[in-house]
Nanobody, 123 residues
Framework: QVQLVESGGGLVQTGGSLKLSCSGS????????MAWFRQGPGKEREFVAA????????LYSDSAKGRFTISRDDAKNTVYLQIDSLKPEDTAVYYC????????????????WGQGTQVTVSS
């Protein structure tokens, strides 16, 4: 199992940037496919981005392409989500997720979830 803790959220103005972090426990962090999801107010949780075990492959939702960057540092057991040019519609709770049963980035099922970090973008 892996336990995930997100950090880095906050209140930011439109056009600003944030870098979210997700720290995982355990010695086999590198064996997990990692992803970020988000849930805006009154909305369902949606996929944002995913990164493969090795970090060599990434996948983004259409709304995340161009402004979001997912990366990982397995030496630190951490996955990141850089968000640039923030918009009010990016306001959401951002969740980190992990799974080691599949390395397919278009497999949106994840076994382990963090508690989320709030991102609020003011207009």
């Amino acid at each position: 199992q892996v336990q995930l803790v997100e950090s880095g959220g906050g209140l930011v103005q439109t056009g600003g940037s944030l870098k979210l972090s997700c720290s995982g426990s355990g010695r086999t962090f590198s064996n997990y496919r990692m992803a970020w999801f988000r849930q805006g107010p009154g909305k369902e949780r949606e996929f944002v981005a995913a990164i493969s075990w090795s970090g060599s492959s990434t996948l983004y939702s259409d709304s995340a392409k161009g402004r979001f960057t997912i990366s990982r540092d397995d030496a630190k057991n951490t996955v990141y989500l850089q968000i640039d040019s923030l918009k009010p519609e990016d306001t959401a709770v951002y969740y980190c997720a992990a799974d080691r049963t599949s390395n397919r980035l278009n497999d949106y099922q994840y076994d382990f979830w963090g508690q989320g970090t709030q991102v609020t973008v003011s207009s």
